[in-house]
């Protein structure tokens, strides 16, 4: 790497990271504490890159992004927060930063990110200036994650919400499927033009469509769970569509189930699919994001406590426990059961029992949703590793991703077999294939709780 990195942020440890691995990658550093220090470097025309934290000790990083590009047109910033929402992500696109990266960031891939945006700078110096006007605070969205899938995620919706392509949100039931969709509209240039969402009753009798597409004046038309509209209302749907004029609403819609399995056994039209599937996002079940149950438990608990409960907070017990749990429900699953709790407990302090008590009456884990039956294990493979480099959006996932996907599937191999052999390590180890000096081994790096287990049949 080549040129003059600017490095805001408050915490020492990063700033001292970033200036050995920058200097040690061939870049000259500069590193500061301050936002007002930053942008003095700005104005007197030092620096090709800026990396820069949010919340500041004197000011707002993501605030200084129009001021920024005001004073140098072209200068690439790169915001790292520890506010990990899709409003932060969002507002980093809205404000036209060159990219954005949630903490704990991953140091390979936000050193391979500013080589790219020094080479952008060097070869087109004169890359467009934000829209000064863009940024507009929303409301408190419970659409928080610092995981990978829920990153890629963010910066997916960032890059769409301003663009004319339909969007399909897809997702089990709970996951926040419609916050998503409300989101889209909310930080797009539609924000002050409607949000309609449509239900079957509205596309019913001749003038039902042409009613929506008057109620949505150029705003956001969402078709909520679209696969369980009859055929007649997707009929209506495609027509509809097919007389959009130049003040078209955006056009999104949700859906719980697997419209392209739906499709194929003839259950939903094949021209409606195509016409709603401009880009997917699929939003990640709590299984698949376990990281960030702690993390939304405790953004429950604060929403409550704002609303008038009482102040509450889970005992290191009582959140591993959370953790642990399968929340077939997802997102609203847990919210409902974090409310219960706040009101529920004795003390200040969640205890384990009183969650094992909440949790008692909730439903087991579920199966998987259908769209994978019948298909080889290498399929479903496929399907999963696919998605996950699609949630990325165009940006590779961190470096070590081979170790990463083995650790992934070794662990829940193990204790599966585990399961199998009712516990029995050399029955497990045959089962496996592998000698029991390396099942035990593999037992003790992947921190795989033993005890007596129950053997399924």
Same mark, same amino acid.
């Given at each position: ?86 409003? $932060? ?57 610092? $995981? ?39 930080? *797009? ?11 079957? *009753? ?175 294990? *290498?399929? *479903? ?39 199998? $052999? ?36």
């Amino acid at each position: 790497m080549d040129g003059t990195v600017l490095v805001a942020d408050d915490d020492r440890t990063i700033r001292t990271v970033l200036t050995q691995a920058l200097t040690r990658a061939g870049c000259k550093v500069h590193a500061t504490s301050s936002i007002v220090t930053l942008m003095r470097w700005v104005d007197e025309g030092k620096g090709d890159l800026v990396i820069s934290d949010v919340i500041m000790p004197d000011g707002n990083g993501l605030e200084q992004l129009p001021k920024i590009a005001e004073a140098r047109p072209g200068l690439p910033v790169i915001v790292i927060s520890a506010q990990n929402t899709i409003m $932060t992500a969002i507002q980093a696109a809205e404000a036209d930063a060159y990219d954005y990266l949630p903490k704990p960031f991953d140091l390979p891939d936000l050193m391979k990110r500013a080589a790219r945006a020094l080479e952008i700078k060097r070869r087109a110096p004169t890359t467009r200036a934000p829209d000064v006007n863009a940024t507009e605070q929303g409301g408190d969205l419970p659409l928080v994650g610092r $995981t990978p899938v829920m990153q890629g995620l963010y910066r997916l919706v960032a890059r769409v919400m301003n663009t004319q392509l339909p969007v399909l949100i897809t997702g089990e039931s709970g996951t926040g499927k419609s916050l998503i969709a409300r989101a889209v509209h909310d930080f *797009s240039d539609r924000r002050s033009l409607p949000f309609v969402v449509v239900s079957a *009753s509205d596309l019913e009798g001749m003038d039902g469509p042409s009613t929506v597409l008057s109620r949505a004046k150029g705003g956001s038309i969402l078709f909520d769970e679209v696969s369980d509209l009859s055929e007649e209302a997707q009929g209506r749907i495609v027509r509809m569509l097919d007389t959009l004029g130049d003040n078209a609403p955006r056009i999104m819609a949700t859906s719980q189930s697997d419209l392209m399995g739906r499709m194929e056994d003839g259950q939903f039209r094949e021209d409606l699919f195509y016409r709603l599937g401009g880009v997917t996002v699929d939003v990640p079940s709590l299984r698949e994001r376990v990281d960030d149950i702690p993390l939304l438990a405790e953004h429950f608990l604060a929403r409550a406590e704002r609303d008038g409960a009482p102040l509450r907070r889970f005992g290191d017990a009582a959140l591993d426990l959370v953790r642990a749990y399968s929340w077939p429900g997802n997102v609203r699953q847990l919210e409902n059961a974090v409310r219960r709790l706040v009101f529920t407990a004795s003390e200040d302090e969640i205890t384990r029992a009183e969650v094992e008590l909440v949790l008692g009456n909730q439903p087991a884990i579920e199966p998987l949703r259908s769209g994978g039956e019948g298909d080889k294990l *290498s399929a *479903s493979v496929n399907k999963h590793l696919r998605r996950y480099f699609d949630l990325h959006g165009g940006v590779l996932p961190p470096p070590g991703l081979y170790n990463r996907i083995l650790k992934e599937v070794e662990g829940p191999l193990i204790e599966i077999a585990l399961d199998a $052999t009712g516990g029995n390590q050399a029955k497990c180890a045959d089962l496996l294939g592998i000698n029991r000096n390396t099942l035990r081994k593999k037992i003790t790096d992947l921190d795989i709780r033993v005890t007596r287990r129950r053997k399924l049949m």
